[in-house]
Every structure is written in C-alpha cells, then in structure tokens.
C-alpha cells in the first residue's frame, strides 16, 4: 500500500521557520511530481509548491520566496522549508505524490503560526 507520511508541523511564532518533510513508501518519490498543499477548515485545499520529475518548481503567489521545495538526500523523502511565517500560514499541509492517472495523499502535518 502507498504511504505518504508528512513530518515536522508544530507550533511557531510568527517570522520563525519550519521545514517539513514527507516520505513515501511503495513508490519512490523522484519518480513522481511531488508537491505540497494546505487546507484550513472549511477552505479549499490549495497547492502552494510543486517540484516535476525533472526538478523544476512552482510555487503558489502567496509563498513565492518563502517557501522552498526540494527532493532529499533520500530517494523517497521530499521536503518544503517554510520562511518568514506568517499567521495566514496556520494550515493544515498535505504531500502529494501524482504521475499521469495515479495520486496520491499523505494524511498531513498542522502548522500553527501565532502571531
């Protein structure tokens, strides 16, 4: 079975930094586009970074230049260092792993930021 399991949410004071990571089992990350998502309670869940197979990136308006994805050392790991938070970043944030008709979702890590 395909596992995503997301690692490194908290509580953190406004400004400060986290890095979060996901690690898959069963498949193995740098053969799938990976990307991270938040969701608040009642809201959308919204894609804030991307990284393609071939390693380019994207990123949501509202995290450009603060966030960072990467793939790890680890074939199966995938992080997303998050800067200069900001109370709007309390959310809920999700891996993703998608190739072609295949998808799939870690369970997620709660990212409180207090201001």
């Known amino acids: 079975q395909v596992q995503l399991v997301e690692s490194g949410g908290g509580l953190v004071q406004a400004g400060g930094s986290l890095t979060l990571s996901c690690v898959t089992s069963?498949?193995?990350?740098?053969?799938?586009?990976m990307a991270w998502h938040r969701q608040a309670p009642g809201k959308q869940r919204e894609l804030v970074a991307r990284i393609a197979r071939d390693g380019t990136t994207n990123y949501a308006d509202s995290v450009k230049g603060r966030f960072t994805i990467s793939r790890g050392n680890a074939k199966n790991t995938v992080n997303l260092q998050i800067d200069s938070l900001l109370p709007q970043d309390t959310d809920v944030y999700y891996c993703?792993?998608?190739?072609?008709?295949?998808?799939?979702w870690g369970e997620g890590t709660a990212v409180t930021v207090s201001s």
């Open positions: 069963k498949v193995t990350a740098v053969d799938y586009n």
């Open positions: 993703n792993a998608n190739l072609y008709n295949m998808v799939y």
